[in-house]
């Protein structure tokens, strides 16, 4: 079953009295307890899930290997069925993640989706053998929560959705199969409903993260660690109360010594910015590293 937003209607699915089909869903008004339309008909088996979106003009029905989404106006379906098994949308409604179905030949994946054209944006490699339980967004639909469950280990990953990466080591329990996962009002909290009626819930809040780690590594990433994990991306202080790496000026001489000037002084006046301290000009120390 799946209540709407606004708490004025409720989907059900799954139907196993000789009245309707497995493969049904029926909308029902809360207020007056009368079935909405007609059935909702177009899965040949029996629906595994169903979720509205946040302005419940749209509902998804999902089975083992195949989601629909249903305008719930009209009763209609919004294009043809997809192929996957479960479905979440961000909380503006913007974007969809569908999950690969359970069958499915490896690599296996989550589907981003442009609710307002089904197209895809994007897309999530997960493990070649991971089965997909549940997935939620966090608020702000930055972060993608995935509860999987591969070769009897459960576990939740966390994507950052922009990149379609991972944000560090699975989150392990001891419990179940994790078939509900959701994010607090605020996103610092991941709370996760597990088939042994256990509750578990984690700190996701990304700041506190950094807070640890720069209370155990006592410094900020080298500029070495930075570009091997980072790349290009220009380098700042991950511990702001901490210095930063005293050995960026020499990696800015490195590049100098290779022919970047250009590079180098990208490098230098990084530096600078990080320390207005450095009694260093950019351009001539490029210039002065090349010319010895």
């Known amino acids: 079953m799946a209540l709407s937003l606004n708490g004025e209607v409720v989907a059900a699915g799954s139907c196993k009295s000789e009245s309707c089909d497995a ?3 029926r909308l029902w008004n809360i207020q007056t307890g009368r079935q909405i339309g007609a059935p909702l008909i177009g899965h040949s088996r029996f629906v595994d899930d169903l979720a509205f979106s946040p302005d419940g003009q749209t509902l998804a029905s999902t089975t083992l290997d195949d989601v629909i989404l249903w305008n719930v106006s009209t009763g209609r379906p919004r294009g043809r069925p997809q192929l996957g098994s479960e479905i979440a949308f961000t909380f503006d409604g913007k974007i969809s993640a569908v999950s690969a179905p359970p069958a499915s030949e490896p690599p296996r994946t989550i589907t981003l989706r442009d609710t ?3 197209q895809p944006i994007g897309q999530l490699t997960i493990g070649d053998h991971d089965v997909v339980l549940q997935m939620a967004f966090s608020p702000d639909g930055k972060i993608l929560a995935v509860s999987n469950v591969s070769t009897n280990t459960s576990s939740i990953t966390l994507w950052d959705v922009a990149r379609g990466e991972r944000l560090g080591q699975p989150l392990e329990w001891r419990g179940g199969r994790a078939f509900a996962v959701g994010f607090s009002p ?3 909290t991941l709370v996760a409903g597990s ?5 578990i819930a984690w700190d996701v809040n990304l700041e506190s993260w950094r807070e640890r780690a720069c209370g155990i590594a006592n410094r900020n990433l080298t500029y070495e660690e930075w570009t091997q994990f980072l790349g290009e991306e220009s380098y700042r202080a991950t511990c702001p109360t ?12 490195k590049r100098a010594r290779a022919g970047d000037i250009d590079g180098a002084m990208v490098i230098f006046k990084r530096a600078l910015e990080l320390n207005p301290a450095l009694r260093l000009n950019p351009k001539q120390e490029a210039i002065k590293v090349v010319c010895r």
């Not at 901490?242 to 001489?253: C, F, M």
């Open 186 to 188: 605020d996103g610092k």
């Open 195 to 199: 088939e042994d009626h256990g509750l």
């Open 242 to 253: 901490l210095p930063i790496d005293p050995n960026i000026v020499e990696a800015g001489r």
């Open 23 to 25: 493969g049904e869903v």
């Open 116 to 118: 307002s054209t089904n």
